[in-house]
């Protein structure tokens, strides 16, 4: 049940990615802009060449070993908190850093850049599956904080 659990959070994640930047990369050209809520939420087609929030641009394989290295490491935790208590919050966050890895690590592959969209203008434009990674890495960040219980 749990590795069910687990790929279908990863299908989930990678197929909106995968539509949302065919979507923003069908409807804008590179740096165009729209409007969500002015000043707030914009949609800006732009080309990241690095990590998140574009640093480390163009550094070539290492963005091609880190995604590998983490499926190993996710696929091991999974199997490891397989019966544990939580087990099923530390999955679900584990499919989602994972989907989200896959799903830059697509756009490295055939493009050669990650598309980003998400322009809050506050925060460098990001997208589905960076959002995806953050929210997995913030659940597991909350569990591994004890409760102060008295």
């Known amino acids: 049940m ?3 659990l687990f790929l279908a959070g990863v299908l989930a994640v990678v197929g909106i990615d995968r539509l949302s930047k065919a979507f923003f990369a069908h409807l804008l050209s590179l740096n165009e802009s729209i409007t969500l809520i002015k000043g707030v939420v914009h949609f800006t087609l732009v080309h990241n060449t690095g990590i998140a929030f574009g640093l480390f641009k163009d550094c070539g394989a290492v963005f091609f070993v880190i995604p590998l290295i983490l499926t190993g490491l996710l696929i091991y ?3 490891y908190y397989r019966d544990r208590e939580y087990s099923r919050t530390y999955i679900m966050a584990f499919s989602l ?3 989200g890895a896959i799903g830059n690590l697509i756009d490295r592959i055939f493009l050669g850049y990650v ?6 203008r506050v925060w460098p434009v990001f997208n589905v599956a960076d959002s995806a990674i953050t929210v997995g890495a913030v659940i597991i960040l909350l569990k591994c904080i004890p409760s102060s219980s008295k």
């Open 97 to 99: 850093i994972l989907g």
């Open 77 to 79: 935790n999974v199997y």
């Open 115 to 120: 598309v980003d969209f998400i322009d809050l």
């Open 2 to 4: 749990d590795i069910a």
